[in-house]
Structure formats: C-alpha cells, structure tokens
C-alpha cells in the first residue's frame, strides 16, 4: 500500500459517498472499521497520518517520533509542570509504537462507572464487553511475555518484585513470533507485533473498507442536527469531503476528538472537559551485570499489587539514545556514565491519578491543561520509592530517581522511603509522560454532564457517534489499548444497528 493507503492522490477535490466514515485509525478507529465493514457497512477511515510499512521503521528513537507521533513526541500538556503527551500520528495510530502491553477492563472500574451512572450497567453489559476482549485478544495473540525472549530487565523486575513480596507477573502482549527485538517504540521491524496497521486495518480492507492515509478531518458536517458527513485537508495540499449517510464515527483519540467536536461548533455537554490519564514516572538503576534494557521484549513484565493504590510498575524498553539521556550527571560523569550504559536498567510506574484537566483546540493542534493535585504527587513519591525498592531488590548497587533537588544518585535503599515521605510537594521537581488518556467526551445518560449516550451517540446530533477513550467516564489504573479495542466494536454494533 502506498503512504496514502487507498486515497486517489491527485490535483483533483476528493468527493466520496459512504453510509459510514470512520476519522482516525488508531485502536477505536480500526477496531470500528473493522466491525463495521464485516457488519457488511461501506466504511471509509480517514487518518491523517502517513501508512508505514514495517521495513519503512526505523531503529533510532527521534527518527520513529518524527516518523510516528504526533508533533513528533513534543506535544505537552499545561500546568505547574509541563507533561509530555505522547500519542501516534500514522496508520495505525499509537498502537504501532505501543508498548503491546494487554489488559481486560478490570470489573471494579466497569462497577464503578455503573455506580456512578446505573444506565451504563445496561448499556454496556460487562459480559458484552468480555465477549469482544475474548475475540479481541484471539485475534491479535495475546499471550504472556515468552520467557525465551524477555531479556533481562523484563527477568530482573521478576526478581525484584519476589524479594519485595509484591505480586508481579509476565506481562501478556498482542506479539506473534516476537524474536525480542526490543523495538516496540519505534515499531516492530519485523511485524511481530499486531498493532493495527498489521492486524484490524488489513482485516477492515479485505472485508471491504477503504482506507485514506493522509487526510486530515477539520470539520464534522451537520445539517438540521444530523451528522451527513466531514471535511478536511490533504497531506499533498489538497480538499476533500465525504458524505455519510449512516453515521460519523469519530475515533481520533481522546486529545483530538473533542478539539474535533469544538472545532465543528458541536459544543454540547462538557466536551473537552474530563480528561484524565496515568501520568508516568521513571526510575534507573545501575546493575553489576549487563542489563541491556533495549534488548529483549519491549515491556515484559509488570509489578501489579499496588493497583489498589493507583500504581502500576512495568520494565521499559527505550532505546540506550533515550536511556543516556536519563544518566545521571553531567561532563565527565556522564560519560563515565555512557560507558556503563549497558548495567542500567529504567522501569517505570504508572500512576492512576484523579486530576481532572480540560482540551481545546488551538492554532497548534490542540491544548491540554493539566494539574496534578495534592493526592497525585502522594503516589508519584509513593511510586518512585518502589521503583527505587524493587531495583534494588532486584540487584541494583545504586538508583537515579531524577527528581529535582535530590540527590542525582541514590545507594542507600533507606533514602527512598525519606523521599516518600519529604519528597518535593512541587509538581515542577519531576519529569514525567503521559502515554494513555480519557474522558473528554464522556458517556452518560445526563446530557449536562456527559457528551455520548449510553450507546456512544452523541447527544445533541443524530448520526454521531464517538468510539474512542473520550468516551471512558474515568481512567482505568491499567493500559487501555484493549479496553479501547472492545468498546469500540460495541460501538460500531450500536452504528451497524441502525
Ligand atoms: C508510547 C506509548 C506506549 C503505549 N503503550 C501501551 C501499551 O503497551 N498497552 C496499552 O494498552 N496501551 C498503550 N498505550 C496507549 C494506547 O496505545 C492508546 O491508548 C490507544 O492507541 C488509543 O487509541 P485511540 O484510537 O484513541 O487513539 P490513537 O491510537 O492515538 O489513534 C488516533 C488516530 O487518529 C488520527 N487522527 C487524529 N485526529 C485526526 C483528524 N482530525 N483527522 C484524521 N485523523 C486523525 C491520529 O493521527 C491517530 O493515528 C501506549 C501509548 C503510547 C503513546
Ligand atoms: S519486542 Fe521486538 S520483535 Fe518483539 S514485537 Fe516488539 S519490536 Fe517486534
């Protein structure tokens, strides 16, 4: 396929006519395309970035965030502390840079939405949506990390987490015949893993979709309160607009959707409101041994008995580009440094936090604000101190948390649980990133405080649905891309019934 998949590049204004088109291609975006299209529906998925090909990925970290991110990796979200906000722009979306790590939507978060809004419990049955993950997770090969590949930080982590006594496990990813590469973040070179560039995208074509790379959606058309169709704007400079006589499916991501929404003038409910994430912190730790974080499955394991307190642990996989820039020191140190490179290991923790923040498009894309409360920097120092504990469980001789105003190197495992309890109270003393999103559009049966029903349809404009994790009513405390997957086809099976 070329870099524009079925798009007809060309001088002309592209016109096209389908019952359902589909914006983003990304997890909600390919899993609709794909249920849609075997629903036997004439799908047309619009993706603003370019179709890559597994052999077209490249090995070195920055090249991949220009290749495949969104503002190549610099997009930020505002507040006391500037936070990364990293998503994909490509076919595919981030799940061709995604980590391929895979949960279920844990029943505690499903009961909890369904406290808090009991049509939901109706709605969105949650054997329905055990039903897709069971099909979801067959079809992109869901299994737990091959210890045959893990490598050793992935081995180290299990090490670390069984001297602590905290519950861990290998962790399941949707790979087929990973050789451990450890390039999952620029993209598998080998197409080992079933992002869905190479798994739900191909599948929606052969049952009949089309697929236009290349095409960005700046507007939603609507006439007399129904969604008919989208405009927008070519890579190759020129217009396009197609008319959809079933239903707009916005599945752009939980950044862009609502900036799409706001930008259309559908500014109905609280749309761009709610966004909530799992802010990530990292910590590094020097082994005697050869560690070689780059080596072996991306993120094979994962440290999962803090999840009641809004902590989830899991071995990194960045390239040693990425991991030198996380050294600690600088001058000769550092490269003192660089030459150890292959002891360090970096694992990080995934903090579910309850901040709420806001998006808004702007000239540059799209703003986010957000700031961490009081509660969430309690569980960043919580996080980093296990981290600190299970490297050093694990072996480690010394660790770098990177928190501002402490010390750069740490050999004293006592340390981190003074730092948990003094620790910087400042958002701006740490770095971190945040890689999964929700809420902005979110679903419920009360129009004031919701964007979609119960049934991913919008509101206030008939004909529209939203499919991707603006919909979730809070974060999940676990990696969403599946939880994502699923009630994105629940989704295309509220459009197909229409
Ligand atoms: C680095 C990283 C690692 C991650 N690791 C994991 C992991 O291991 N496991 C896990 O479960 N989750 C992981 N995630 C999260 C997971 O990948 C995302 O939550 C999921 O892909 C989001 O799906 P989505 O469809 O909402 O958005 P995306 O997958 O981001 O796709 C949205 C697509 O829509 C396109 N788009 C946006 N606006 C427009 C427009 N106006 N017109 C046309 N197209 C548009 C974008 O270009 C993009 O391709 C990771 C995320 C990142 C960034
Ligand atoms: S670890 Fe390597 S081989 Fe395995 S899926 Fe990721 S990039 Fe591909």
Redesign the pocket.
Known sequence: MSAFGDAPVGDRAIREHVEVVI???????AAAGRALARAGARVLV????PQVAPEGFVADSFGAMAQLY?DAGAAVARGPLLIPI??????????V???????RLPRDVWERWCAADPALAEALPFDAIERALDEIERDLGVAPTDPAIAGRKNDLMARGAAALGLEGRPIRRNVRGCEGLGRC?QGCPRGHKRSMDASFLPEARAAGARLFAG????RVLTRAGRAVGVR?VTAWGGRFEVEATRAVVL????V?TPS?LRRSDILHGPVGDGFCAHPGVSVGGRFDEPVRMWEGAT?GYEVIGLRGEGLKFEALGFGAEILAMRLPGVGAELARGVATLEQWAEWGAAVRAEARGTVRPSRAGSTVRYALGDGDLAKVRRGVRVLGELLFAAGAREVSIGVHGWPERIADPSALARFEADGPRDARAYAMAV???FGTCRMGSDPRTSVVRPDFRHHAVDALFVA??SVFPSNTGV????A?LALATLCAGRVAAR
Do not use: K, Y
């Open positions: 914006v983003g291609s990304g997890a909600a975006g619009l993706e603003e970035g969104r990293i998503q994909g722009r490509c076919v595919g979306g981030s799940t840079f995604n980590g391929a790590i895979c949960w973040l095409c960005r959606v700046d927008g599945a752009a991501s939980a862009q799409l993120q890689t999964h999103m991707d994790s990696n969403p891309q599946n994502i």
